[in-house]
């Protein structure tokens, strides 16, 4: 991959963001990271993300809220949304792709092959 990826990254525990930051920041991916939905409303008009990386369980606005939210401004309507969570049973996924998700990673999650699973999600190559 030559190009990096833009990734709107909200995440409200700073442990997993410093994690996914470790395991992406070499991997060629280039996070904006919001330590809440209302973080990332409030900076998402400035940004044109490739895709959004949105934790489930968050104080005050949760991952789904923030996700439809984020999609009702017309220039992120159509971005892809991977939700990371722990809630990955089948209902609660199928929630997730009713408004627009195109893939779930589990928590925790290998730091190792996170890379490779968004790219997997996004139907990329691994190449760098």
């Not at 963001?17 to 008009?45: H, I, W, Y």
């Not at 789904?64 to 991977?82: G, W």
């Amino acid at each position: 991959m030559s190009d990096l990826l833009n990734v709107l990254y909200i995440e409200d525990e700073e442990d997993i963001r410093e994690m996914t930051e470790f395991a992406l920041e070499d991997e060629g991916f280039n996070l904006v990271m919001c330590a809440s939905g209302q973080e990332a409303l409030d900076k998402a008009p400035l940004l044109k993300p490739d895709f959004i990386l949105l934790d489930m369980m968050m104080p005050g606005m949760d991952g789904m809220t923030t996700a439809i939210k984020l999609r009702e401004m017309p220039h992120l309507e159509n971005t892809p949304v991977i939700f990371m969570t722990a809630k990955v049973q089948k209902a609660e996924q199928q929630k997730y792709k009713d408004i627009g998700a195109i893939g779930v990673i589990s928590k925790p999650f290998d730091a190792m092959k996170l890379a490779d699973n968004i790219r997997e999600i996004l139907g990329i190559s691994n190449e760098k």
